[in-house]
């Protein structure tokens, strides 16, 4: 039982996450109990003593604590009582919305409450003139932080999104303007914003002022992505998302040249990270453009790149080498590193084996280090496998195969995870610098002849 509990919190919490996505939410009710006087009086309180604050605190905390009592009597969690429950909260935040509007001309952040209560009701309209009236008093009137009329704009563009009208996108622009010169400000938020408007405007077909904003909307993406908060994967979601939206307006309001532009970019930021499946996604929709596959041109080392350190790759996890000597990335510099991920279940991969065995034997001696990077399953040829059966299994392969090069096996898959791999076989190449130059994904020609040309570019680099 004690698990089952433990379910039902889980799921009632993740149902209330749409009430408490925005960035407001968290401030208003960090700012609520404190607050004893609006604009110099005693707080406004409506004929039942309750003060504006007060009425959205309780809609606001509505479904979260109806949730808590549910998980305490053990209610099974469903979608109709989950649903039933928003309702409910959506209602009670109309009630007090029009409790606290009928308690005569409100100003400042009684206005602020009233517009986070028209949200929480799901009144868009409602919370839009609100907030537009709130927005238009002078600034830090009364009680009114610059936090609340930061989240005040936020309001106001996710509302005016929410109508989709293009009458309001000018007033909307103007307002995320304002919050984007103003502070505090999130990032992420202004990635959220950017993002609505460059829907709102794709979805009109109105592809310029979608690329404005879908620039706005990558731009922030990347000073997110630089950041520590951010995983990979979703990182990676981020970029693509936002690369992909821009490309697309751009190429649809007749500039392809900069379209192409911003997804090279992109592929230029995977080799960086690196990120096969970034450079993956993004190579592919330059295809379905009609663009070739070509290698990013990267400038070899010189006297004016040689002082400038290549980036830190992320070091390989190996649990077990076989033919070859333990090695750390770290000490391949000055060598061609061709990574080949891989596994013996994956058919493609064993297509791409006699043509990485061609490199090897060819430029072996002229720096080339290939090395096969695979994990331990749990399983080969359909058989459950203890981890030495399968390094046995896999030594076995290998002599069959004839495979020359070495390969590495980890008993994880972080190195699938470093390098952004997901899908087999994917081939990470790495200059002698230590700089990630090409990734492959799959075992078509078009890649294999790719990487090729570029090992054979690379060994020719001093």
């Known amino acids: 039982?004690?698990?089952?509990?433990?379910?039902?919190?889980?799921?009632?919490?993740?149902?209330?996450?749409?009430?408490?996505?925005?960035?407001?939410?968290?401030?208003?009710?960090?700012?609520?109990?404190?607050?004893?006087?609006?604009?110099g009086n005693p707080a406004a309180a409506t004929a039942t003593g309750v003060s504006a604050v007060g009425l959205y605190e309780e809609a606001s905390q509505y479904a979260r604590k109806k949730f808590e009592e549910f998980e305490r009597a053990s209610v099974p969690f469903s979608e109709p009582l989950k649903q039933k429950t928003l309702q409910e909260q959506r209602e009670l935040a109309l009630r007090n919305a029009a409790q606290l509007a009928a308690?005569?001309?409100?100003?400042?952040?009684?206005?602020?409450?009233?517009?986070?209560?028209?949200v929480l009701a799901e009144r868009h309209e409602g919370a839009l003139d609100t907030m537009r009236r709130f927005l238009s008093e002078a600034s830090g009137a009364g009680n009114v932080t610059e936090q609340m009329r930061?989240?005040?704009?936020?309001?106001?563009?996710?509302?005016?999104?929410?109508?989709?009208e293009l009458s309001l996108m000018p007033e909307a622009e103007r307002v995320l303007a304002e919050y984007a010169q103003a502070s505090p400000q999130a990032v992420a938020t202004r990635y959220r914003l950017e993002g609505l408007l460059t829907?709102?405007?794709?979805?009109?077909?109105?592809?310029?002022?979608?690329?404005?904003?879908?620039?706005?909307?990558y731009r922030a993406a990347r000073q997110l992505a630089e950041g520590k908060s951010v995983d990979r994967k979703r990182r990676d979601q981020m970029l693509y998302g936002a690369a992909s939206a821009l490309?697309?307006?751009?190429?649809?309001?007749?500039?392809?040249?900069?379209?192409?532009?911003?997804?090279?970019?992109?592929?230029?930021?995977?080799?960086s990270y690196p990120s096969a499946t970034l450079y993956g996604n993004a190579t592919e929709l330059l295809v379905s453009y009609g663009e070739p596959i070509t290698p990013l041109r990267i400038p070899p080392a010189n006297a004016s790149t040689a002082a400038t350190p290549a980036p830190t790759l992320p070091e390989?996890?190996?649990?077990?080498?076989?033919?070859?000597t333990p090695v750390?990335?770290?000490?391949?510099?000055?060598?061609?590193?061709?990574?080949?991920?891989?596994?013996?279940?994956?058919?493609?991969?064993?297509?791409?084996?006699?043509?990485?065995?061609?490199?090897?034997?060819?430029?072996?001696?002229?720096?080339?280090?290939?090395?096969?990077?695979?994990?331990?399953?749990?399983?080969?040829?359909?058989?459950?496998?203890?981890?030495?059966?399968?390094?046995?299994?896999?030594?076995?392969?290998?002599?069959?195969?004839?495979?020359?090069?070495?390969?590495?096996?980890?008993?994880?898959?972080?190195?699938?995870?470093?390098?952004?791999?997901?899908?087999?076989?994917?081939?990470?190449?790495?200059?002698?610098?230590?700089?990630?130059?090409?990734?492959?994904?799959?075992?078509?020609?078009?890649?294999?002849?790719?990487?090729?040309?570029?090992?054979?570019?690379?060994?020719?680099?001093?």
């Open 316 to 324: 390989i996890s190996v649990s077990e080498w076989i033919d070859q």
């Open 103 to 118: 308690h005569g001309p409100l100003r400042g952040t009684d206005l602020y409450y009233l517009g986070l209560l028209y």
């Open 247 to 271: 490309a697309d307006s751009l190429l649809k309001s007749n500039q392809r040249d900069a379209a192409v532009a911003a997804l090279q970019e992109v592929r230029a930021l995977a080799l």
């Open 150 to 164: 930061q989240d005040a704009r936020v309001v106001f563009v996710e509302q005016a999104a929410r109508l989709k």
């Open 199 to 217: 829907k709102l405007y794709h979805d009109k077909r109105q592809f310029e002022r979608a690329a404005v904003h879908a620039r706005e909307t």
């Open 328 to 462: 750390k990335l770290s000490e391949l510099r000055g060598r061609v590193v061709l990574l080949d991920f891989w596994a013996t279940w994956c058919g493609p991969c064993r297509i791409t084996i006699p043509r990485l065995n061609a490199l090897h034997r060819k430029y072996k001696d002229r720096g080339l280090v290939v090395l096969g990077l695979t994990m331990l399953y749990g399983e080969a040829e359909g058989r459950d496998m203890e981890p030495a059966q399968e390094l046995a299994f896999l030594r076995q392969f290998k002599r069959r195969q004839s495979v020359a090069y070495g390969f590495a096996v980890s008993d994880n898959a972080n190195n699938a995870t470093n390098f952004g791999v997901t899908s087999l076989p994917t081939a990470v190449l790495i200059d002698r610098r230590g700089k990630v130059r090409l990734i492959t994904v799959s075992a078509s020609d078009i890649e294999n002849d790719a990487l090729d040309e570029m090992v054979k570019k690379l060994v020719e680099e001093q």
């Open 1 to 39: 039982m004690k698990r089952a509990r433990v379910f039902v919190v889980s799921v009632f919490a993740l149902a209330l996450a749409p009430l408490f996505s925005h960035a407001f939410a968290t401030e208003a009710a960090a700012q609520a109990r404190p607050q004893r006087a609006v604009d």
